[in-house]
């Protein structure tokens, strides 16, 4: 194969890489403090969606809001979407206060346990309990874009 022959087959690979990164990949900029001191309101937060992502324990994470949740929640702009720590998945004990658990019982099969890094100022499992798997979007891979308000 020549050179010249192989440059349809480099570019179709690339835009097919670029096409598969658009549609794991998402920008989301932070609305609230829940999550403070970690990320801050406008802090722009690079993701990867489910089913690429596996959450772990102890990672930042998107995630659909609980229904009735309303404005109460601190979002990720442009959805109804939430970032929260992830603090237990099926199975492992729930933390303090999750709401209809009593503390250190199994988070049930199916379900995840969240946390705000703010626990002053977050709505989370403390007050939705559990949250069915399938609300859980994505895993942030980190920070983009700190928000200005934070640099000063």
């Known amino acids: 194969m020549t050179r010249g022959g192989a440059t349809p087959w480099i570019l179709g690979g690339a835009i097919a890489l670029l096409a598969a990164a658009r549609s794991s990949l998402l920008l989301i900029t932070v609305e609230g403090v829940s999550m403070e001191p970690t990320y801050a309101d406008g802090d ?3 993701m990867v969606r489910r089913p ?11 995630l659909r809001e609980p229904p009735g949740a309303g404005r109460a ?6 959805g109804p979407y939430a970032v929260k720590r992830l603090a237990a998945t099926s199975g492992q004990p729930s933390p303090a206060g999750t709401a209809g658990l009593p503390h250190r019982t199994p988070v049930p099969a199916g379900h995840v346990a969240v946390l705000g890094d703010n626990p002053a100022r977050s709505t989370d ?4 309990g559990p949250l069915r798997n399938d609300q859980v979007v994505g895993v942030i891979l ?3 874009r700190r928000s200005e308000a934070a640099e000063d």
């Open 44 to 46: 722009l937060l690079l």
């Open 52 to 62: 690429l992502a596996r959450p772990r324990r102890g990672q930042a994470i998107v």
């Open 73 to 78: 929640a601190p979002r990720a702009a442009g």
């Open 125 to 128: 499992s403390r007050e939705w």
């Open 142 to 144: 980190g920070r983009v």
